[in-house]
């Protein structure tokens, strides 16, 4: 059966497409991809969005599906084989992880964009507590949950993918007490789906959206990222 015209929409340095991006690509599926400017939204995109955030993924050019997680398992679907477990249970559990591994995007986001360095540290704390949960679950043989790449693994790459680049003494990532993690990771980003899931000037781009935030968190990070170079 033919694949749909995929048309993928979100902006550069959103990390719930980006796992999109790593599931469409590991599984050699073609796309189109798109960026727009959150803060002028265009009117297509309004009129085909229902709830008016990224990602959307429209579907041979005019149906809309959208919330990341739904995207990927969307695209998990029509393209085997599967990156879910075929076990209910295993599935049930998988999906479960999903959720928490976006819910640690969320963590993290906070944690760079604190407005104060009461909340940089508070934002640390919470964000190192989902960190010490996705270890103790992680199995790094040598995917997250096996020998093979699965969508817990897309989901959380993402948020590895963020930390190793924005090495901070207080960073939640420290790679010596998440040592399956650490290890899950260093696999991870060697795959060319994980690899070439970013734009080219993700870097730059990551520094001037840390710079544009108000407060503590964001102009240093931006400085320290800034500071180590390529």
Request: aromatic share 10%; glycine share 4%; with cysteine.
């Given at each position: ?17 980006q796992r999109s991006v790593i599931t469409l690509k590991h599984k050699q599926v073609p796309f189109e991809l798109t960026f727009i400017d959150l803060n002028d939204l265009p009117d297509w995109f309004r009129e085909k969005s229902p709830t008016g955030k990224v990602p959307l993924l429209l579907v041979d050019r005019d149906t809309p599906v959208f919330e990341s997680a739904v995207i990927s398992e969307y695209v ?155």
């Amino acid at each position: 059966m033919a694949l749909p015209n995929l048309h993928l929409v979100s902006f550069p340095l959103c990390p719930f497409v980006q796992r999109s991006v790593i599931t469409l690509k590991h599984k050699q599926v073609p796309f189109e991809l798109t960026f727009i400017d959150l803060n002028d939204l265009p009117d297509w995109f309004r009129e085909k969005s229902p709830t008016g955030k990224v990602p959307l993924l429209l579907v041979d050019r005019d149906t809309p599906v959208f919330e990341s997680a739904v995207i990927s398992e969307y695209v998990d679907e029509i393209a085997p084989p599967r990156l879910l477990p075929e076990d209910p249970l295993e599935r049930a559990l998988a999906r479960a992880w999903i959720a928490f591994a976006s819910d640690m995007i969320m963590a993290m986001h906070h944690w760079m964009t604190a407005p104060t360095e009461e909340a940089f540290r508070e934002a640390r704390d919470a964000a190192a507590k989902g960190l010490r949960r996705m270890e103790a679950q992680c199995q790094a043989d040598p995917c997250f949950s096996g020998s093979e790449f699965s969508l817990l693994d897309a989901t959380l790459a993402p948020v590895l993918m963020r930390y190793d680049l924005l090495q901070d003494p207080e960073s939640p990532w420290q790679p010596g007490e998440y040592p399956q993690l650490a290890r899950w990771w260093q696999h991870v980003s060697e795959l060319p789906e994980v690899k070439d899931s970013t734009i080219e000037d993700f870097r730059e781009r990551l520094i001037r959206f840390l710079n544009n935030q108000e407060g503590f968190a964001g102009p240093r990070l931006a400085a320290g990222l800034a500071a180590r170079g390529h």
